[in-house]
Each structure stands twice: as C-alpha cells, then as structure tokens.
C-alpha cells in the first residue's frame, strides 16, 4: 500500500511504534497485543490498491435486465369489465383450490407419473416451454397431423398441469417455468394451454411472495390487460380468461392497484 494512501485512511486507533522481539515471527498466532497490532500493520500493507472479482460468466444468468414499471393495468374493453361479486367468486374459488393442493400434495407427490413424463430440470427454459405448451404451440403450427390410433401424443399438444406434476415442482422451479412461461407470453399471443398452466402456478405459489414472484405476477397481469384489449375479436371466453388471471394478481396476491373496478 503507498504510504500516500494510507495517508487518506487516517488510523482509527494510532499505534506508536513498539519494540518487539527479534524472534518476532508474524506468521505464528501473537503473543502480545503489540505483536498483534504490528500483524495488522502487516497484513494492511500487503492489500492491494485495486481488487478484482473474478467471475465466471456461466454461473450468470442470462436474463439479467429487470424492467420495473409502476403502471397499472389497461382497462377492459367496454362491455367485458368483471363485476366485483364475480371476482370475489374467483378469489374464493381460487383459494379452495390452494388449500386442496396443499393439503395433499404429499398424495400426488407419491404418485408415480407415467412413463412418457420426463420433466425438464429447472433451469431449462426452452424444455418447460415444451413440456407445457407443446411443440404445435411453441413452434406456432396452425395444426399438427391427427392419428387416433396413436392417442395423445402429449409432446405434440403439451402436458397438462397435472396435480402428480405440479406437486413435484419445489417453489424455485414454479418461480422458474412462471418467468419461463411469462417472458414467452410477452411476445406471443394468449392460448389455453398457457392459460391452464398459469392458473396452476399461481396456485402453487406461496405467500408471502418473494420479491422475484411479486414483480413477475404484477408484470402477467399488465401483460393480461394489454392483450384483451388488443384482441379484435372480442372473444369472451379469452377475455374472460385474461380477466380472471388480473383478478387473482390483483385481489387474491393484494396487489390492489392492477384490479378491475367494477363496471
């Protein structure tokens, strides 16, 4: 350390200096609270000016922008706003659901999936994406080829929301597929498969939320209100899910300032 430097840091304690033994060794624990002070003397003077962290960018997540907005939800379209006795309905319906999951999640958790279920590991996106909306979905196929002998080919149209799944799924993952899920909606349109999983998430989210789930259900529920008002159609069941979802962010998760008001 230059002496012009230490300069700047003036001792908190000044040390005069002090004789010490000519076996003084600083390597070995002191012995004295001389021996000390001069070890600290030491040790300061060896510090370098300038410390550099080394970090490994793998270890990085690779989405590290948060954009933070504290604007409200758009309101709905005229005609489709939600009264307040059908909303409070949702929230009482919404909260029956999260306390029969909790209450046997242990059950469904002991369940064995089948055998063409392989959930994704939690971090990766591109494979939750998949697993829940399917590859017609995901890759924006108007419609994939039918075969009735087949049955349901689960990977094509996407695996529901299962109670032996999501019981499975600890509280980082459902944070995880929820921003997995929300960033995907961010650019594409609202289709039921999302609808279904996200319904579930919310459910399996636990209160009080973690400032990461707060920002994402607030960011869903703008999302929401942005997209039933951009649809041309007017279609009442998808607005009607859009509403529900802004319902359950702003009045169940109290996050007063994004509910509807009542027609």
Known sequence: MEPGVEELMPRLLPVDDCDLAEDFDPTVPPRTPQEYLKRVQIEAARCPDVVVAQIDPKKLRKKQT???SISGCQPAPEGFSPTLKWQQQQVANFSAVRQSL???RNHWRSQHLDSNV?????????????FCLG?????EIDALPDNENLGIDYMKVGFPPLLSIVSRMNQA???????????WFGEKKFTPELGRWLYALLACLEKPLLPEAHSLIRQLARRCSEVRVLEENKNEEQISALNLIICLVSRYF?????ADEPP
């Open 66 to 68: 948060v954009n933070i």
């Open 102 to 104: 909790n209450k046997h």
């Open 118 to 130: 392989t959930m994704p590991k939690s971090e990766d996106e591109e494979g939750w994406k998949k």
């Open 135 to 139: 590859e017609r979905v995901y890759s």
């Open 173 to 183: 993952t459902v944070t995880s597929v929820l921003e997995y899920l929300i960033s």
């Open 254 to 258: 109290d996050q007063r300032d994004l």
